[in-house]
């Protein structure tokens, strides 16, 4: 445990079976009973849906950021791992120093926890990105859902969500490598915006169309209707209409209020400046728009993090894009009273090689590290100002406090007060729980209880 | 004509593409007479449809006036069974929808207009039956077909099938020589079953590959979902256990080049133990068989499954390639039989069957008698709305075009064409520009296009894999989005064909020609010219928004 010493930390739960949830966990308690003897928390509240968190903003660090060069700074392993980052700075919080290129995260890290025990040991992107957002290794012949279609299931249409915007929205390129939905299905696929919201306008692929007027979108879809010549032949036919209401809803978006959301010209110049005007701060911008008007889950795929040469210029590049566009975003949700039901996750696959790879073709790069990584959690009903688990001195290993995919997607459920026990529906059948079944391919080291706040 | 040029917003002189319709226009001065004679009349007549007062308040361009009259065996079987049920069925679909829907069924590929005028304005009464034969020659039903065996097989490089693209492109290669060379069927599934050498050099062996898991139990699941349409997951365990025996003996190692795997005969495999002693297995038409040690059991399996009595093979073959053809199988889904999923018509499924055994397994034989039926060139709209209908052919069923063939469509019209790559190394996939969707050897190539409507992943050779629902998301992908725009509005293809010089009538036709394969009617030509007239101002806006309109109706959309 890497926790400031007389935080509250987390260890000795208020568990009314005096053990610890962890110890609860362990003791292979899982499911309901499990969750119920850990602590009184989650349980049954969980499984009837309260909540803390109402939407997430996932920042995906996709290719695999350093741990070293990032959350969990080590410069006392010597510049043959920490390269030219030497001086770490002090946050706001004491104890916790991150890099010294993110001095404006430094500032809010009473509104974070950072975990440093994150581990699953595979260097692959594939099956890493998967194992991170899925909860599972492949291999058992199921495309299991990604963290966004699980909610998109839990919290989308048909369970409450009305909103015009599809509720698992990306930023703006879709990861795309496998089926994010997986055996969900198309209904739960993320809606990816396309464009660049650093630009004017935004163009948001289907939504925002560059040149057309809404008068001439008002006359030519008029001239569809009159020279859909089938669909006016064959009037009543229920495929066909459920192509027209299709259309009505796409309509809905591109010529009503809904689609005004990606509208970055209703904001002010201070504010797109505070984000910085980067395609990732923009972004982050409009993130916060979009869970403002109430969108469950949004991913921010920022990519250029998979850095095996020219690691320390691209660091150099790219950390203060990161440090001004996530920093704002906390604070700004903060003053805005979204950050406690606004839950902001920061992660890529995995970290990267603690030891700097001088040799050639690498010449100073950093490579795949699956064996030990960092991420952050703020807001929805995740605590700031702590860390859980913590690496060795050199950043290799993760201690005594592991932090596997199933723990941190678990816990991301638990605030949503999704029950991570409950069944999703599968197409053939199978009976499939949120989160898998603990076993020798699934370890645990236990829900992050640390810095979860008890649920109303 | 200075009138129409601004209309069009064409540029004058500018002598946009002409070039590209040299041909055509060579082949248009044929008929140009049937125009000067009065060109609504002729074309109408030509294409088959009645006069307006003849055909009633019904008429319309996709359906004939007449009643279907059967053409072969398999409708007197379909009219029989639809008879004892009281169901009438739809009337034949007039030439332009069976022009394209042929197309889009057996190549995947929309008629271009040449092909759609010519074959419009044939007065050869056996046309359909020609253009049949000439569809079943084309490249492009062997790369349609390809595709959907490749969906069956889990043709794809990457997660969670993991073959790499070099297995993944000499695998393609095998099941499209295979089909190219119209190879019998049971000669094709012997050679999966029983190949034994290098993914790279014996092709076929990467059928066992092309799977999640490698344990006997695993194989068998494959065989019996490629080869007999069953869910082996559903199966009693010791009809299972019967069955994975066969695939018991199983081998897999690989050697010093990247990703290379040998799959082969291995009596003494790991995996044989859990047989130990037990050297019977059971088929699953429940006879037992004791395997020999020196023979390897798959060939066994293969003997017994290519049988011309076996009750799954031809049946389940035929089946698949009903419900590629007609959208729906006789037993639905076509890889969910068990005997209490009945099928709606049990005597056609035996004929067809029948049928193939009989042509010494000829996929390309069983096509063209398909093809051929009065049921499968009925017309879309459907003369009843009993609910019965969809599954015993009434009516040729309405489909969204798959993603390929969507956006193969899309970029044939504009003359555009799309960018392919796949992430993963070893070697990078190189997919030359120009290269159509249909022809995409591996399901992990990358395309947010594919992706978003519903190209199958290829994880599970489950036909219920590929999804046509229509989304939002799609609709506005089509309706608005700077992809489908550009295409439109960039295109010197579509720039030439309004730009034609000619009448308004005849620019109009061709776009018809092109983007519907018909005749336009003469309120389609009233509402173009109204649009034309008073649409948007912008210089060309009006002729692209009545192509976007076009593109984006439900007839361009969907198989019908």
């Known amino acids: 445990m890497n926790v400031k010493p007389d935080s509250p930390a987390a260890e000795s739960l208020p568990g009314r079976l005096g053990i610890t949830r962890r110890e609860a966990i362990r003791r292979g308690l899982s499911g309901a009973a499990g969750l119920a003897l850990a602590g009184p928390l989650t349980g049954a509240k969980a499984a009837s849906g309260a909540a803390k968190a109402k939407s997430v903003i996932q920042i995906w660090m996709w290719g695999g950021p350093a741990h070293l060069d990032t959350f969990d700074p080590k410069p006392e392993a010597g510049p043959a791992y920490c390269g030219p980052f030497t001086k770490p700075i002090a946050t706001n919080i004491e104890g916790i120093r991150i890099c010294e290129l993110l001095p404006l995260l430094a500032k809010q890290a009473d509104k974070y926890s950072i975990l440093r025990g994150l581990t699953h040991g595979i260097n692959g992107h594939e099956t890493a990105s998967y194992l991170v957002q899925t909860g599972r290794e492949p291999g058992d012949g199921q495309v299991y859902p990604a963290v966004g279609a699980v909610v998109s299931h839990f919290r989308g249409y048909g369970a409450g969500y009305q909103g015009l915007i599809p509720p698992y929205v990306v930023l703006t390129e879709p990861q795309g490598r496998f089926s994010e939905a997986g055996f969900l299905g198309s209904r739960h696929k993320p809606f990816a915006t396309g464009g660049d919201p650093s630009k004017t306008p935004f163009v948001v692929e289907g939504v925002v169309a560059q040149g057309i007027t809404d008068e001439r979108q008002h006359t030519r879809r008029e001239l569809l209707h009159r020279l859909d010549t089938l669909a006016l032949t064959m009037k009543g036919d229920p495929r066909l209409a459920a192509l027209g209401q299709t259309e009505g809803q796409a309509y809905d978006l591109i010529l009503g209020d809904a689609g005004k959301v990606f ?53 150099r590049r790219m950390l203060p894009e990161l440090d001004r566009g996530l920093a704002t975003l906390l604070e700004d949700l ?26 050639a073709p690498w010449n100073g790069g950093r490579g795949h590290w699956g064996k030990a990584f960092c991420g952050v959690l703020a807001g929805g009903g995740f605590k700031g100002g702590q860390v859980v688990g913590a690496t060795d001195d050199r950043g290799e290993e993760v201690g005594e406090r592991p932090i596997y995919p199933p723990d941190l997607i678990g816990s991301i459920y638990t605030q949503l007060g999704i029950d991570p026990e409950a069944t999703l529906p599968h197409p053939q059948g199978l009976e499939v729980r949120v989160t898998p079944p603990i076993g020798p391919k699934s370890k645990r080291g236990g829900l992050l209880s640390e810095i979860m706040e008890s649920l109303p | 004509m200075a009138s129409r040029r601004k209309v069009w917003g064409i540029k004058s002189g500018s002598g946009w593409g002409l070039r590209g319709f040299a041909a055509g226009a060579g082949a248009w001065t044929n008929v140009k007479t049937c125009f000067i004679a009065g060109w609504l009349t002729v074309s109408f007549v030509a294409v088959g449809l009645q006069p307006a007062p003849a055909a009633g308040p019904a008429a319309n361009p996709y359906a004939l006036a007449t009643p279907p009259q059967p053409l072969n065996r398999i409708d007197e079987l379909v009219f029989a069974r639809l008879t004892e049920l009281g169901i009438p069925p739809a009337n034949p679909s007039t030439d332009p929808v069976f022009l394209r829907r042929a197309y889009l069924d057996v190549i995947g590929t929309l008629p271009t207009m040449e092909e759609a005028r010519e074959f419009l304005l044939d007065r050869n009464p056996g046309k359909r039956g020609e253009l049949i034969d000439r569809l079943l020659e084309r490249n492009e039903f062997t790369d349609y077909r390809a595709m959907k065996w490749c969906e069956v097989l889990r043709v794809k490089a990457e997660f969670p099938i993991n073959l790499w693209p ?25 050679e999966l079953l029983t190949a034994n050498g290098s993914n790279f050099r014996v092709p076929p062996v990467n059928f066992f590959r092309a799977l999640q898991g490698q344990e006997p139990e695993a194989l068998a699941a494959a065989v019996a979902l490629t080869f007999m349409g069953e869910r082996f997951d559903e199966w009693p365990d010791e009809r299972r256990a019967g069955m994975a025996a066969f695939f018991a003996n199983v081998g897999f190692k690989s050697t010093a080049e990247w990703k290379e795997e040998i799959v082969y005969f291995d009596p003494g495999a790991t995996n044989a133990n859990l047989l130990a002693g037990a050297r019977e297995a059971t088929f699953p038409d429940g006879a037992h068989v004791w395997l020999c040690a020196d023979k390897d059991p798959r060939e066994v399996f293969a003997d017994w499954l290519i049988r011309s009595d076996n009750p799954w093979f031809a049946r389940v073959v035929a089946n698949r390639i009903w419900a590629w053809l007609l959208g729906r199988g006789i037993v639905h889904e076509p890889d969910d039989f068990r005997p209490d999923n009945p099928s709606s018509n049990p005597a056609l499924l035996d004929f067809l069957a029948a049928e193939l055994v009989r042509s010494h397994y000829d996929l390309k034989s069983l096509y063209r008698l398909i093809l051929n039926s009065q049921t499968y060139q009925l017309a879309s709209v459907p003369a009843s709305d009993d609910p019965r209908g969809e599954a015993n052919f009434a009516a040729y069923p309405l489909r969204r075009l798959e993603a390929e063939v969507l956006i193969d469509a899309l970029c044939q019209v504009s003359g555009t064409t799309e960018k392919y790559e796949s992430p993963i190394p070893e070697p990078f996939t190189f997919i030359p520009e120009g290269t159509r969707a249909i022809a995409l050897a591996d399901g992990s190539i990358t395309s947010p296009f594919l992706e978003l409507f519903g190209r199958p992943p290829r994880d599970t050779g489950l036909m219920s894999e590929r999804n046509n629902e229509p989304t939002t998301a799609q609709r506005l992908h089509l309706l608005n989005s700077s992809h489908v725009q550009r295409k439109l509005e960039q295109s010197p293809r579509l720039r030439a064909l309004v730009n034609f010089r000619g009448t308004p009538q005849q620019v109009v036709t061709r ?18 010219q109204d649009y ?11 002729a692209t928004d009545v192509i976007w309109a076009l593109i ?3 007839e361009f959309l969907y198989r019908h």
């Open chain 1, 263 to 315: 509208d970055l010209g209703t904001e002010t110049d201070a504010m797109r400046e505070r984000y910085g005007r980067s395609r990732f701060g923009q972004s982050c911008l409009v993130a916060r728009r979009l869970v403002e008007r109430g969108v469950p889950y949004v991913t921010i795929n920022y990519k250029g993090w998979d850095t095996h040469k020219q690691h320390f210029q691209a660091m």
């Open chain 2, 511 to 528: 776009v018809y020609l092109t983007l519907l394969s018909r005749f336009p009617t003469q309120a389609e030509l009233q509402a173009v």
């Open chain 2, 552 to 554: 984006n109706s439900a």
């Open chain 1, 334 to 359: 903060s003053e805005r009273g979204l950050l406690n039901s606004t839950l902001v996750w920061w992660q890529g696959e995995f970290g990267r090689t603690p030891k700097v790879q001088t040799e």
């Open chain 2, 166 to 190: 070099n297995a993944v492109q000499a695998y393609h290669r095998w099941i499209r020589t295979g089909l190219r060379d119209n190879v019998p069927y049971d000669r094709l599934a012997r």
């Open chain 2, 532 to 542: 034309l007239r008073n649409g948007p101002r912008q210089r060309g806006a009006a």
